[in-house]
T-cell receptor, first 113, second 115 residues
Framework: ETGVTQTPRHLVMGMTNKKSLKCEQH?????MYWYKQSAKKPLELMFV???????ENNSVPSRFSPECPNSSHLFLHLHTLQPEDSALYLC????????????FGPGTRLTVL | AQTVTQSQPEMSVQEAETVTLSCTYD???????LFWYKQPPSRQMILVIR??????QNATENRFSVNFQKAAKSFSLKISDSQLGDTAMYFC????????????FGEGTQLTVNP
């Protein structure tokens, strides 16, 4: 595997389910990010981790819970989501959180019923 | 707060022709960076080109070039000799020099290259 990978690519869940999104980067980077991409809206930065420490939470509801066990892995735990949370969730990484270029994964298409 | 505006939700171009995508931004900062990202149907966002605000020379990457007008806060992307593989959503993005991780994106322009 190369670059940034995300699993699953598609996820359908009910509002009472608990699920997790996984991101893995194979680039030796130290910063990782979660973005939300909704139709006809700009990408929204959700969380930033730098050297496993969360450095930014962009006022994200607590039903989204990130976890960064090491610099290569990033999770987004989901529970009691709402239909308006349906979106494409993109993971990205960069050398550090001050680096200019971010490398993106292919995203997880989430549908909340 | 910084904002990025892409006023063209959709554009189309014939293969081998040239197309220009528009982007304007608003900031009070003097040092910043601008980007164009491409998101093809595979959804993988790819950096196309980057421009440093302190550089007067417009950035160029093969068939992709920008027209950076700092006073007008305009940052357009020109794609020459368009190819079918250029069909994608294109996002303009901005970051301040001091906050490399905080990218502000525009809403995107869907470009379709027709054979």
């Amino acid at each position: 595997e190369t670059g940034v990978t995300q699993t699953p690519r598609h996820l359908v869940m009910g509002m009472t389910n608990k699920k997790s999104l996984k991101c893995e980067q194979h680039l030796g980077h130290n910063a990782m990010y979660w973005y939300k991409q909704s139709a006809k809206k700009p990408l929204e930065l959700m969380f930033v981790y730098n050297f496993k420490e969360q450095t930014e939470n962009n006022s994200v509801p607590s039903r989204f819970s990130p976890e960064c066990p090491n610099s290569s892995h990033l999770f987004l735990h989901l529970h009691t989501l709402q239909p308006e949370d349906s979106a494409l969730y993109l993971c990205a990484s960069s050398q550090t959180s001050s680096a200019l270029e971010q490398f993106f994964g292919p995203g997880t298409r989430l549908t909340v019923l | 707060a910084q904002t990025v505006t892409q006023s063209q939700p959709e554009m189309s171009v014939q293969e081998a022709e040239t197309v220009t995508l528009s982007c304007t931004y608003d900031t009070s900062e003097s040092n910043y960076y601008l980007f164009w990202y491409k998101q093809p149907p595979s959804r993988q966002m790819i950096l196309v080109i980057r421009q440093e605000a302190y550089k007067q020379q417009n950035a160029t990457e093969n068939r992709f070039s920008v027209n950076f007008q700092k006073a007008a806060k305009s940052f357009s992307l020109k794609i020459s000799d368009s190819q079918l593989g250029d069909t994608a959503m294109y996002f303009c993005a901005f970051t301040q020099e001091t906050s490399g991780s905080r990218l502000t994106f525009g809403e995107g322009t869907q470009l379709t290259v027709n054979p």
